[in-house]
């Protein structure tokens, strides 16, 4: 087997020492020859490369070289993989994001309406210059994505780079809802079969089959109604943010009991509750720096004062572990059946061939092979298509510096729909975003 280079981009990301574990526990899956860590900035990543220099010597002893370095040239030349997570903006733009809507009245998140929107808008710009600088030093590499939004990222990457075939945007969302079926079902995550349609944070398990073809899914479905749905990955088990939203899981299956829906449709299916619900001056982006950002701070701290990671709190958790095995069916021509984000072509047959669609694919040496999903239901097809043109408009809007594309994007939205409100959120971000977005006329 051959052993990989590879490159983690946004180092200083607070999911960095988990994706560590991830990469240890998977070693054998996906083994490594070197491991460089690349970030913009030095000081943010210096306290995971130090602490993770120390994890590796006691738990990775095989790595033949672990760097990190600011230098593009020194990061990506050679490399085979580059897994990115980046934040434009950071943290305290986030929050920004989540507070502006809020104000107006309308859901504040980091991914999803008027917020998603304006972390598009700052993500496109480092993310196109990003994959330039992999491509000018390693024009082979695969470019795993978890940049967020996800779905503004994968169509902004697809119309800039559309012949790039080596070039996968993933979402976690999904394996970890798998995680809580399972639980329920007792039964492996890793033994379990979706069928999925939608597109990034906005989709539908239509089905759950066990790999000797038993089908789970209405006892699933029984089970979540009857006892509740909660949150089961380590990672965000003890997170009440996160149960309150796996509890809404619940109530959208009632609503709706066709389908098991992605987490994130709450904020498309009941906006003013998920508005009324929040604290402006407590939103997720202050509970995440005030909780994970300071966990992981505090971990890595430990670590290299004490000059080992025996003591540190530290596990693996399914964002890392998703990305390792899909790295591994890629690398080795697995196969293996992961949902990702791909162009549609087809695949869901009444949806726009160019729309990113995320769909359970078979991961292999010539990437994604996505299965066939057909016609889905009127429902679904009408919601999807004005995401979708929300999420083109978005896209549209930052290559032709367009603000009135902005305001038919929100507008389209269903966290918006009031022109009016589009228009006075829209205003507000520019504001807070000038120096990252671009020109709007
Ligand atoms: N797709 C998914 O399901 C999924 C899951 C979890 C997190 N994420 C995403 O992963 C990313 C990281 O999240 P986080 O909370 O750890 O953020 P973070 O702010 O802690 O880390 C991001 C890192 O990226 C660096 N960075 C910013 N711009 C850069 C650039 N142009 N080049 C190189 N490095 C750059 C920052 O300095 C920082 O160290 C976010 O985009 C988040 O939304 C996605
Ligand atoms: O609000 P945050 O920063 O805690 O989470 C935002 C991200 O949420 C999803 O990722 C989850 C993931 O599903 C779960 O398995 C675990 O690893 O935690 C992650 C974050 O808590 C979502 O898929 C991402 O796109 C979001 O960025
Ligand atoms: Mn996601």
Redesign the pocket.
């Known amino acids: 087997m051959k052993k990989q280079r590879l490159v983690i981009?946004?180092?200083?990301?607070?999911?960095?020492m988990g994706m560590m574990m991830s990469l240890i526990e998977e070693k054998d899956r996906f083994p490594l020859k070197e491991i460089v860590f690349?970030?913009?900035?030095a000081e943010?990543?210096e306290r995971n490369a130090k602490a993770t220099e120390i994890l590796m010597q006691e738990r990775y002893p095989e790595l033949e070289s672990f760097s990190y370095t600011t230098d593009k040239e020194e990061a990506f030349k050679e490399a085979d993989f580059v897994f990115v997570?980046?934040?434009?903006g950071?943290?305290s733009m986030r929050e920004k994001d989540e507070q502006i809507p809020l104000k107006h009245g309308v859901v504040g998140q980091?991914?999803c309406g008027p917020g998603g929107m304006a972390?598009g808008l700052r993500?496109i710009k480092?993310m196109i210059?990003?994959v330039n600088d992999i491509r000018t030093y390693a024009p082979n590499a695969w470019i795993l994505?978890?940049?967020?939004?996800?779905a503004i990222v994968a169509v902004a990457l697809k119309k800039e780079f559309p012949h790039d075939s080596r070039l996968l945007?993933?979402?976690?969302?999904p394996i970890a809802i798998m995680i809580s079926y399972a639980k329920i079902l007792e039964l492996d995550v890793w033994n379990l079969v979706p069928e999925y349609f939608g597109l990034?944070h906005f989709g539908w398990f239509t089905k759950i089959y066990d790999k000797q073809g038993n089908d789970h899914t209405e006892r699933l479905k029984s089970l979540i109604i009857e006892k509740g749905f909660t949150p089961e990955d380590k990672e965000i088990a003890n997170d009440v943010s996160w149960q309150q939203t796996f509890a809404q899981a619940r109530q959208m299956l009632m609503d709706f009991p066709e389908f098991l829906p992605n987490t994130y449709l709450q904020y498309y299916l009941y906006p003013e509750q998920m508005t009324a619900k929040e604290d402006p001056n407590r939103t997720r982006a202050r509970q995440?720096i005030e909780g994970?950002?300071k966990r992981v701070h505090n971990i890595c701290d430990q670590i290299i004062e004490q000059g080992t990671a025996e003591a540190a709190d530290l596990h693996v958790d399914i964002?890392g572990v998703f990305m390792v095995k899909a790295a591994a069916s890629l690398a080795y021509n697995l196969n293996d059946r992961f949902i990702v984000i791909t162009e549609n072509n087809g695949i869901i047959s009444n949806l726009p061939d160019d729309a990113m669609v995320e769909v359970p694919s078979s991961l292999t040496a010539n990437g994604p092979k996505p299965f066939a999903i057909g016609e889905i239901p009127t429902f679904y097809k009408g919601l999807i298509e004005g995401q979708y043109a929300y999420e083109k408009l978005v896209t549209e809007a930052y290559f032709e510096g367009s603000y009135q594309k902005l305001i038919q994007a929100l507008t389209l939205n269903r966290t918006v729909i009031s022109p009016d409100k589009a228009k006075a959120i829209v205003d507000d971000l520019i504001e807070v975003n000038r120096p990252y977005w671009p020109n709007l006329t």
């Open positions: 981009a946004g180092s200083g990301s607070t999911y960095t690349y970030d913009t900035d943010r990543q997570q980046i934040r434009t950071g943290l980091e991914t972390y993500s480092d210059q990003l994505n978890y940049t967020n939004p996800a945007n993933i979402c976690d969302m990034n995440v994970r950002q964002h």
